[in-house]
T-cell receptor
Framework: KAGVTQTPRYLIKTRGQQVTLSCSPI?????VSWYQQTPGQGLQFLFE???????NKGNFPGRFSGRQFSNSRSEMNVSTLELGDSALYLC?????????????FGPGTRLTVL | QQQVKQSPQSLIVQKGGIPIINCAYE??????FPWYQQFPGKGPALLIA?????SEKKEGRFTISFNKSAKQFSLHIMDSQPGDSATYFC??????????????FGQGTILTVHP
């Protein structure tokens, strides 16, 4: 079974631009969570989607948004990029939220904001 | 109250040693405690997870010890190997509540195992 895939793997943007990252969960998984990983702040939760609905959101500004499609694929968008948004963005999927199922992480998208 | 504090930040052991990584949490609503291993250029991968109803869990060379009253848990790696050199993260979540899907991570421990 294929793992979580994220595209693109690397992105370079400039301040003020916007970016969209994509995540394809493991087949059969309905929950997708997004995390931001930086050396200073570590792994921080962005949001979680289940059946196309955002169920949980972390403490990030409104510039960070996401959505989930009917096939469970998810996208996250960051508008008006800032230098501090440079990070590894990780997507994780699990079979069924609410049952303590394992979250399986993708390899991440490395975003660099210049 | 949502923090998970992890120590040490880095750890160096010789092959065959038993590195121990410790984590502490404050939020008593946490009821799911996984450990993840991350290699450079990869996403975190689940190693082992524990619930508060048990005090210890072993999977292969990895053992979690859990102390509910102290709100602490730790990872022990038996007979460590150079291939175990990676960054280790503890995490906490509320598997049964509305916050599922959100894991709160510790800051990570960079483990180096010398041959």
């Amino acid at each position: 079974k294929a793992g979580v895939t994220q595209t693109p793997r690397y992105l370079i943007k400039t301040r003020g631009q916007q970016v969209t990252l994509s995540c394809s969960p493991i087949s059969g998984h309905r929950s997708v969570s997004w995390y931001q990983q930086t050396p200073g702040q570590g792994l921080q939760f962005l949001f979680e989607y289940f059946s196309e609905t955002q169920r949980n959101k972390g403490n990030f500004p409104g510039r960070f948004s996401g959505r989930q499609f009917s096939n469970s694929r998810s996208e996250m968008n960051v508008s008006t990029l800032e230098l501090g948004d440079s990070a590894l963005y990780l997507c994780a999927s699990s079979r069924d939220r609410g049952r303590g199922d394992t979250q399986y992480f993708g390899p991440g998208t490395r975003l660099t904001v210049l | 109250q949502q923090q998970v504090k992890q120590s040490p930040q880095s750890l160096i052991v010789q092959k065959g040693g038993i590195p121990i990584i410790n984590c502490a949490y404050e939020n008593t609503a946490f009821d799911y405690f996984p450990w993840y291993q991350q290699f450079p250029g990869k996403g975190p991968a689940l190693l082992i997870a524990i619930r508060p109803d048990v005090s210890e869990k072993k999977e292969g060379r990895f053992t979690i010890s859990f102390n509910k009253s102290a709100k602490q848990f730790s990872l022990h790696i038996m007979d460590s190997q150079p291939g175990d050199s990676a960054t280790y993260f503890c995490a906490a979540g509320n598997a049964g509540g509305t916050s599922y899907g959100k894991l709160t991570f510790g800051q990570g421990t960079i483990l180096t195992v010398h041959p």
